[in-house]
């Protein structure tokens, strides 16, 4: 088996087929983190690093392993090009890791580059990449269009958001090509040192003082309907553990007047909070049918000095297989029993037992999310769908996301999902424990239409 061939992540024919099924597929991928403000404004890509790398914190973790300086990953005074012959010189040394693959797809798929990226390559793939992307056809809306194929996205937009770009993008296209999706975590999280600065956002964003919980509340109604009138169909929370669903309104608002007063939080406050306002979103999203997503188990910003010095989202976070997931999601599901559609993202994957297990006890309105950030792997996903097709079932599956700041990533990890997907019902064809023609039906439905369906897009 030669680098990225036709058999590339499929063991066995029968997957070779079920990939030729469902290869050319249009794109679902319910949640990212698209800067939609680039694809509205929908202006060339200076060079192959803003493409590649400019926004890929994975890229910057494997660079930084590989001994990279900072200031050839994130610094300011050092050119693009350099930045990129340095991932360049270091690229054959990241073989093993996903991104190795990512990155080499795209340029197969999209630049038509085989050559391998090294540092002997890296200035001629450089140049001919940044070459491309000075033309139309390498424009955000004509390669979401047109090679990757994306049919509908769902971006991760704050509560205040006004989601003008949104409009511009789907102007552009000429249908709602481009959902968002909404989430409060910052209004949700009490105990950042941002949040109180952040109500008086809230206030002036929807012109309401916050002098009550009901008011905090009141505001999120506001948002949520405007969401709405923008297509958005799920909301989406990051939680580094679950919290139950039991508070009752008079000791969130205490809490809530509390914080405001700026006054110190014992944890069991902060997490009643929270609980609480989790709960009073999922009702609104229960009234209209979104869903509700639920990011577990990021442990977050651990490396102090990377924080100092780049703040969140650069590569500092990791997870933890001590926290305890049933109970307290127990109660939130049990709240919300067969009136909400809840989605389970799992970062750790001694945890995937447990929520495939809770996904089975509560039944179709809970799905299990596709493997999510350190499981976003072949390995990660290969296990995940061979666990979930035993303990669940893979007709509930929720579909793949990308989770990615990249365009090309509904590409490369779209074609990585779609072929481990395949890999795994063929191999189960072959070990007679499913006819061909239903592994086929269960390809397109896991794929595409299983996702569209459930994420009412």
Request: overall charge negative.
């Amino acid at each position: 088996m030669a680098f990225l061939d036709d058999n590339y992540l499929i063991s066995n024919a029968t997957g070779l087929k079920l990939f030729d099924s469902v290869k050319s597929l249009p794109v679902v991928d319910p949640h990212n983190h698209a800067n939609v403000k680039e694809i509205a404004d929908n202006n060339c890509y200076s060079d192959a690093w803003q493409l590649f790398a400019a926004t890929d914190h994975y890229v910057w973790e494997m660079m930084r392993k590989r001994g990279v300086p900072e200031t050839h990953i994130t610094g300011k005074n050092v050119s693009n090009e350099e930045k990129f012959l340095a991932l360049a010189a270091i690229f054959p040394e990241v073989a093993g890791n996903p991104v190795y693959e990512w990155i080499h797809l795209d340029l197969k798929r999209y630049f038509g580059i085989d050559e391998l990226l090294s540092g002997k390559t890296g200035k001629k793939i450089y140049d001919e990449v940044t070459a491309k992307l000075s033309t139309d056809a390498y424009r955000p809306q004509a390669l979401l269009t047109g090679p990757l194929n994306v049919e509908a996205m769902s971006s991760t937009d704050d509560l205040i958001d006004t989601l003008e770009d949104h409009a511009r993008a789907n102007a552009a296209f000429g249908r709602t090509l481009i959902r968002p999706t909404w989430r409060p975590d910052k209004a949700m999280k009490i105990f950042a040192p941002a949040w109180r600065p952040y109500m008086n956002q809230v206030s002036e964003r929807f012109g309401i003082k916050l002098n009550s919980i009901k008011d905090l509340i009141s505001a999120f109604k506001m948002s949520h309907d405007h969401f709405a009138k923008f297509g958005c169909s799920a909301s989406d929370h990051g939680l580094e553990y679950p919290v139950a669903a039991d508070t009752d309104v008079r000791e969130a608002d205490r809490i809530f007047r509390k914080a405001m007063n700026e006054e110190a939080l014992a944890k069991d406050e902060i997490d009643r909070f929270m609980g609480y306002v989790l709960a009073e979103a999922a009702e609104l999203n229960s009234q209209k049918n979104w869903v509700t997503q639920l990011h577990l188990g990021a442990v977050r910003d651990v490396r102090k000095t990377l924080f100092d010095a780049l703040g969140p989202d650069v590569g500092g976070d990791i997870s933890d297989h001590y926290l305890n997931y049933s109970s307290a999601l127990c109660s939130f599901l049990n709240r919300f029993d067969d009136r909400l559609k809840v989605v389970l993202y799992c970062l750790e994957a001694s945890h995937q037992g447990t929520l495939a297990t809770i996904s089975r006890a509560f039944g179709a309105k809970v799905a299990l999310g596709s493997a999510w950030w350190l499981l976003d792997t072949p390995i990660g996903m290969k296990r995940q769908l061979e666990y979930i097709g035993s303990a669940d079932t893979l007709s509930n599956f929720a579909g793949m996301v990308s989770d990615s700041r990249k365009l090309l990533s509904y590409g490369s990890r779209f074609e990585m999902f779609r072929r481990v997907m395949s890999d795994v019902l063929g191999n189960m064809v072959e070990r007679g424990q499913m006819p061909e023609d239903i592994a086929m039906a269960l390809a397109e439905r896991m794929a595409y239409s299983g996702t569209k369906k459930f994420w009412n897009l």
